[in-house]
């Protein structure tokens, strides 16, 4: 699916210093017309500084950025074309809702009426129709949140900046107003460039996610793209949780590396050609992925057993149960701790602690994380 | 490291903008930059010819029974109002500490009235009042008045500081078996110890330097303004420059004291 | 309970002096004494009397004067502190809170040492060959006194509406400059409305202390620029009567009470 209408935002090869921290890293990125896109990463990781450099409130050291195809890197924060919402609202405590809402019409010199006409409008898309004239600071967090979306967005900016919105707001109604911002963002098709830490919302709301680290744009894709082809170490482990573990390839056929641990038990990953045996690599294995049953005697060739299968024998040593799902704690003698995730049975798990098991995956689940082989991306 | 910061524009406002604060600086301390500089000119004039550096000056009133009188009671004065409106502020705060939030908006705003209130007026009602009862005039009416006048900013202060106590402290110590007046002892009091010593500084430095109430109230036990006060009616007379001197410099001090005291406040 | 001293001595030495402040404006006067007579002549008195009057509006025209001036430079003083040199912000504040305590009286005999015919301004002005021989209008005039309240109530200014300024979080201009907003804008719909209250409180404060001064215009002015306080010493340290003064006192008190109050709300008005 290739979009062929110009970037609604393009960064090009973006640089910041805070004096001599290097803050923002090269970053390259093109976000396209009516796009959810998010720039996702642990605190101190430059997103937001993208963010405000993108609005205007901090100048890059090096590179550019465009928005609607034209080079505002030089452009005061007032005059691009693209509105923020902050992580704390900051709506103005002296004005009522309507004031507030339409000051950046009152700016542009909107003609009285259409601007109340298209106040009252956004504040019905948001959901805060009827408090046109209340103070800013009587209304409740969650309505501040909107109050201040509806401001933003009312401008039609080219694109919608926000700033960790939602990190105000207890879980139950962040849940709720994800939702809505993503049902918001559809329904006025406005380009929305979201910052945040936290990776379930990313992958909740977003059409493409960017991840960074250390200032760095490591990989930018869809949420099933970074999930499940995590293009850096980096990515693999923000993004979902992981089982690691070192593992030395015996034998490599093609594409496909074999590391043998002894009594059947084997473990395969993907490698690039010419990769040699007796290489050491960092892989991995998503919780989820593996499976369990309980070991037999006459394990060696178990019945239904894939010759191809990654195989591994533990013994269970913690169960946690989280609600719809849980969490075995496996330890292997050859891997160390292995963590199974599984959807919780009713009543009962199928395991205790003490039980011996058979952890099971397929071939190609498996992924390298690095050291020799790894793939860095380059966040196009 | 390449910054994209060239703004001319704004390098103007900036330059006009330091030439405002410098002047009105200027205007603030010129004539306390003044009276200092004079009081080490050895001849008797006021125009800033200074044939030597010279002591003179304060040699001659330090030598002034007059003025050493005035001095010591001027630091009476001030010690006695630091240590009673500091008392009074602290029991005050801890008093309102536990109270609803609005109940002490309400104690700690009562105590700033004085502080918009006239001096010449306060003055007048202590200079009635003492008359009415028949007490005299001295630096202990003087000093009852200084109280009041230092009360608002002790609360200030307190108020400040009981913003960022951290009750749950004084919880933990009594978890831990302390008693009530243990816990004030040993938990309470050195938190609020910079809040104390900066309020007292501050008391102090307020004290020192007025001279509206002492004027209706002090009588015949003059505090330095006082003299200050009496002897500029006589005509210029170099000594004051001396004099004035050392009340700016002591206020100053104290002012200071006060803002460091408060400042080295650990979170 | 812990409340009872500070509450105590409050009522017993602010309260108290006061309510015996508004006994004695309705006692009566006789040879250099007053008795516990109650009479409303003081009142007809401080009301009507054309001499106070007139020194009265006199002190007010310039309390008026001294009260804007102290609040435009004040503004503006830390307007630049917070906007245009915030790097220097600090230091410059602690400066202008030092320049505080640095003496009522001290000042006041500063100025009539520097202004005075063999004073430094004169001497400078002489030297510069701006005027031929000292200017007498310098001292003893409106000027002077103007200048000794100007150079004590601006500190006193700039506190509270610095205090005022530094309260607005900078994340909220940052939203005004998203959505447009021009310097100038921000400025004027953004931080005059939030700091109104600090420049209602610096004007008050200037208001009221230079209505009630009277160092100041004893120590530096003319005999034709005397303002109502030195009448009310007057009347307590020449002819003692008390009553007397104290009823012009308390009149003033209440004439800038509702002026406050006045003015207050249109300073509210002007900063919406």
């Given at each position: 699916?290739?979009?062929?209408?110009?970037?609604?935002?393009?960064?090009?090869?973006v640089?910041?210093?805070?004096?001599?921290?290097?803050?923002?890293?090269?970053?390259?990125?093109?976000?396209?017309?009516?796009?959810?896109?998010?720039?996702?990463?642990?605190?101190?990781c430059?997103?937001?500084?993208?963010?405000?450099?993108?609005a205007?409130?901090?100048?890059?050291?090096?590179?550019?950025?465009?928005?609607?195809?034209?080079?505002?890197?030089?452009?005061?924060?007032?005059?691009?074309?693209?509105?923020?919402?902050?992580?704390?609202?900051?709506?103005?405590?002296?004005?009522?809702?309507?004031?507030?809402?339409?000051?950046?019409?009152?700016?542009?010199?909107v003609?009285?009426a259409?601007?109340?006409?298209?106040?009252?409008?956004?504040?019905?898309?948001?959901?805060?129709?009827?408090?046109?004239?209340?103070?800013?600071s009587?209304?409740?967090?969650?309505?501040?949140?909107?109050?201040?979306?509806?401001?933003?967005?009312?401008?039609e900016?080219?694109?919608?900046?926000?700033?960790?919105?939602?990190?105000?707001?207890?879980?139950?109604?962040?849940?709720?107003?994800?939702l809505?911002?993503?049902?918001?963002?559809?329904?006025?098709?406005?380009?929305?460039?979201?910052v945040?830490?936290?990776?379930?919302?990313?992958?909740?709301?977003?059409?493409?996610?960017?991840?960074?680290?250390?200032g760095?744009?490591?990989?930018?894709?869809?949420?099933?793209?970074?999930?499940e082809?995590?293009?850096?170490?980096?990515?693999?482990?923000?993004?979902?949780s992981?089982?690691?573990?070192?593992l030395?390839?015996?034998?490599?056929?093609?594409?496909?590396?074999?590391?043998?641990?002894?009594?059947?038990?084997?473990?395969?990953?993907?490698?690039?050609?010419?990769?040699?045996?007796?290489?050491?690599?960092?892989?991995?294995?998503?919780?989820?992925?593996?499976?369990?049953?309980?070991?037999?005697?006459?394990?060696?060739?178990?019945?239904?057993?894939?010759?191809?299968?990654?195989?591994?024998?533990?013994?269970?040593?913690?169960?946690?149960?989280?609600?719809p799902?849980?969490?075995?704690?496996?330890?292997?003698?050859?891997?160390?701790?292995?963590?199974?995730?599984?959807?919780?049975?009713?009543?009962?798990?199928?395991?205790?602690?003490?039980?011996?098991?058979?952890?099971?995956?397929?071939?190609?689940?498996?992924?390298?994380l690095?050291?020799?082989?790894?793939?860095?991306?380059?966040?196009? | 490291?390449?910054?994209?910061?060239?703004?001319?524009?704004?390098?103007g406002?900036?330059?006009?903008?330091w030439?405002?604060?410098?002047?009105?600086?200027?205007?603030?301390?010129?004539?306390?930059?003044?009276?200092?500089?004079?009081?080490?000119?050895?001849?008797?004039?006021?125009?800033?010819?200074?044939?030597a550096?010279s002591?003179?000056?304060?040699?001659?009133?330090?030598?002034d029974?007059?003025?050493?009188?005035?001095?010591?009671?001027?630091a009476?004065a001030?010690?006695?109002?630091?240590?009673?409106?500091?008392?009074?502020?602290?029991?005050g705060?801890?008093?309102?500490?536990?109270?609803?939030?609005?109940?002490?908006?309400?104690?700690?705003?009562?105590?700033?009235?004085?502080?918009?209130?006239?001096?010449l007026?306060?003055?007048?009602?202590l200079?009635?009042?003492?008359?009415?009862?028949?007490?005299?005039?001295?630096?202990?009416?003087?000093?009852?008045?200084?109280?009041?006048?230092?009360?608002?900013?002790?609360?200030?202060?307190?108020?400040?500081?009981?913003?960022?106590?951290?009750?749950?402290?004084?919880?933990?110590?009594?978890?831990?078996?302390?008693?009530?007046?243990?816990?004030?002892?040993?938990?309470?009091l050195?938190?609020l110890?910079?809040?104390?010593?900066?309020?007292?500084?501050?008391?102090m430095?307020?004290?020192?330097?007025?001279?509206?109430?002492?004027?209706?109230?002090?009588?015949?036990?003059?505090?330095?303004?006082?003299?200050?006060?009496?002897?500029?009616?006589?005509?210029?007379?170099?000594?004051?420059?001396?004099?004035?001197?050392?009340?700016?410099?002591?206020t100053?001090?104290?002012?200071?004291?006060a803002?460091?005291?408060?400042?080295?406040?650990l979170? | 309970?812990?409340?009872?001293?500070?509450?105590?001595?409050?009522?017993?030495?602010?309260v108290?002096?006061?309510?015996?402040?508004?006994?004695?404006?309705?006692?009566t006067?006789?040879?250099?004494?007053?008795?516990?007579?109650?009479?409303?002549?003081?009142?007809?008195?401080?009301?009507?009397n054309?001499?106070?009057?007139?020194?009265?509006?006199?002190?007010?025209?310039?309390?008026?004067?001294?009260s804007?001036?102290?609040?435009?430079?004040?503004?503006?003083?830390?307007h630049?502190?917070?906007?245009?040199?915030?790097?220097?912000?600090?230091?410059?504040?602690?400066l202008?809170?030092?320049?505080?305590?640095?003496?009522y009286?001290?000042?006041?005999?500063?100025?009539?040492?520097?202004?005075?015919?063999?004073?430094?301004?004169?001497?400078?002005?002489?030297?510069?060959?701006?005027?031929?021989?000292?200017?007498?209008?310098?001292?003893n005039?409106?000027?002077?006194?103007?200048?000794a309240?100007?150079?004590?109530?601006?500190?006193?200014?700039?506190?509270?509406?610095?205090?005022?300024?530094?309260?607005?979080s900078?994340?909220?201009?940052?939203?005004?400059?998203?959505?447009?907003?021009?310097?100038?804008?921000?400025?004027?719909t953004?931080?005059?409305?939030l700091?109104?209250?600090?420049?209602r409180?610096?004007?008050?404060?200037?208001?009221?202390?230079?209505?009630?001064?009277?160092?100041?215009?004893?120590?530096?002015?003319?005999?034709?620029?005397?303002f109502?306080?030195?009448?009310?010493?007057?009347?307590?340290?020449?002819?003692?009567?008390?009553?007397?003064?104290?009823a012009?006192?308390?009149t003033?008190?209440?004439?800038?009470?509702?002026?406050?109050?006045?003015?207050?709300?249109?300073?509210?008005?002007?900063?919406?």
């Amino acid at each position: 699916m290739t979009d062929t209408s110009p970037p609604v935002v393009r960064l090009d090869g973006v640089t910041k210093y805070f004096g001599p921290v290097l803050a923002v890293s090269e970053v390259c990125l093109e976000i396209r017309q009516g796009e959810f896109f998010s720039l996702l990463g642990p605190s101190g990781c430059g997103k937001s500084t993208t963010l405000r450099m993108v609005a205007g409130f901090e100048q890059p050291d090096h590179g550019s950025i465009f928005i609607q195809g034209t080079d505002v890197t030089e452009r005061p924060a007032n005059k691009r074309n693209a509105n923020m919402v902050f992580q704390n609202y900051e709506l103005f405590p002296h004005m009522t809702v309507l004031e507030n809402v339409s000051y950046g019409l009152k700016i542009k010199r909107v003609p009285k009426a259409e601007a109340r006409h298209r106040t009252e409008a956004m504040l019905e898309t948001v959901g805060v129709s009827g408090l046109e004239n209340r103070r800013a600071s009587q209304l409740s967090g969650g309505q501040q949140q909107r109050v201040a979306l509806a401001r933003a967005l009312v401008n039609e900016p080219a694109v919608l900046l926000l700033d960790e919105p939602l990190s105000a707001l207890d879980a139950k109604l962040r849940k709720r107003m994800q939702l809505e911002l993503k049902t918001i963002q559809h329904k006025l098709s406005t380009t929305f460039l979201y910052v945040t830490h936290d990776q379930e919302e990313a992958l909740l709301m977003s059409d493409r996610i960017g991840i960074m680290s250390q200032g760095r744009l490591l990989q930018v894709g869809t949420a099933r793209e970074i999930y499940e082809s995590p293009s850096h170490p980096f990515v693999a482990d923000f993004v979902g949780s992981l089982n690691a573990f070192p593992l030395r390839l015996d034998e490599v056929t093609g594409l496909l590396g074999v590391s043998r641990l002894g009594q059947a038990q084997q473990v395969t990953v993907g490698v690039p050609g010419g990769t040699q045996p007796g290489t050491f690599l960092q892989v991995a294995i998503r919780p989820e992925q593996v499976r369990m049953r309980p070991r037999l005697d006459a394990d060696g060739a178990a019945a239904g057993a894939d010759g191809k299968e990654c195989r591994v024998y533990g013994m269970v040593h913690d169960i946690m149960y989280l609600g719809p799902l849980t969490h075995y704690l496996v330890d292997t003698p050859a891997l160390g701790r292995i963590v199974s995730q599984q959807l919780s049975e009713r009543r009962a798990a199928p395991f205790r602690a003490g039980d011996n098991v058979v952890l099971s995956w397929e071939p190609d689940a498996t992924f390298a994380l690095g050291a020799a082989g790894g793939t860095a991306g380059n966040g196009a | 490291m390449t910054g994209r910061r060239t703004r001319p524009r704004r390098a103007g406002a900036r330059t006009a903008a330091w030439v405002y604060v410098a002047l009105m600086l200027f205007f603030l301390f010129a004539p306390l930059a003044v009276v200092l500089a004079v009081s080490f000119n050895p001849t008797a004039n006021m125009n800033l010819q200074f044939t030597a550096f010279s002591l003179r000056w304060y040699h001659q009133v330090a030598t002034d029974p007059l003025v050493v009188a005035a001095f010591r009671r001027t630091a009476l004065a001030a010690v006695v109002t630091a240590v009673v409106s500091a008392a009074l502020g602290l029991t005050g705060a801890l008093g309102a500490a536990r109270l609803s939030q609005r109940w002490r908006t309400v104690i700690f705003t009562v105590p700033l009235v004085p502080l918009a209130f006239p001096a010449l007026l306060f003055g007048i009602g202590l200079a009635s009042f003492y008359h009415a009862i028949g007490a005299g005039f001295s630096i202990w009416a003087t000093i009852a008045g200084h109280v009041i006048l230092a009360l608002p900013f002790v609360f200030l202060v307190f108020a400040a500081a009981l913003e960022r106590f951290r009750f749950s402290l004084l919880d933990a110590a009594r978890d831990l078996g302390a008693g009530s007046f243990t816990i004030f002892r040993t938990v309470t009091l050195p938190l609020l110890r910079p809040a104390i010593l900066g309020a007292m500084f501050l008391s102090m430095a307020i004290s020192a330097d007025e001279f509206v109430i002492a004027f209706f109230t002090a009588g015949s036990q003059q505090t330095l303004p006082l003299v200050l006060y009496g002897r500029i009616n006589l005509g210029v007379n170099p000594g004051l420059n001396a004099i004035g001197s050392v009340l700016l410099l002591i206020t100053m001090a104290l002012a200071f004291f006060a803002a460091r005291t408060s400042v080295l406040e650990l979170p | 309970m812990l409340l009872a001293p500070p509450t105590i001595y409050f009522v017993l030495l602010f309260v108290v002096p006061l309510i015996v402040l508004v006994a004695y404006s309705f006692y009566t006067y006789s040879n250099f004494n007053f008795s516990a007579k109650l009479t409303l002549s003081n009142y007809m008195q401080a009301l009507s009397n054309p001499a106070l009057r007139a020194f009265y509006f006199r002190t007010l025209k310039i309390a008026l004067g001294v009260s804007v001036g102290v609040v435009i430079v004040s503004y503006l003083f830390s307007h630049i502190l917070m906007y245009v040199l915030p790097g220097a912000r600090r230091i410059l504040y602690f400066l202008v809170l030092v320049s505080l305590f640095g003496g009522y009286l001290v000042r006041i005999y500063a100025w009539r040492t520097m202004l005075g015919a063999d004073g430094i301004l004169n001497g400078l002005l002489v030297r510069l060959r701006l005027i031929s021989h000292p200017a007498g209008f310098l001292l003893n005039s409106n000027f002077a006194i103007i200048v000794a309240l100007l150079n004590f109530l601006i500190p006193l200014g700039v506190l509270p509406i610095f205090s005022a300024m530094q309260n607005i979080s900078p994340k909220l201009l940052e939203a005004a400059t998203d959505l447009g907003a021009s310097r100038v804008r921000i400025a004027r719909t953004i931080v005059l409305p939030l700091t109104s209250r600090g420049i209602r409180a610096a004007f008050a404060f200037c208001f009221i202390a230079t209505m009630a001064e009277w160092v100041t215009p004893q120590l530096l002015g003319g005999p034709l620029d005397q303002f109502v306080g030195n009448q009310i010493l007057y009347q307590f340290g020449q002819t003692l009567d008390w009553p007397l003064g104290a009823a012009i006192a308390l009149t003033l008190i209440a004439s800038v009470v509702v002026m406050l109050g006045i003015i207050s709300w249109l300073l509210r008005l002007v900063t919406r």
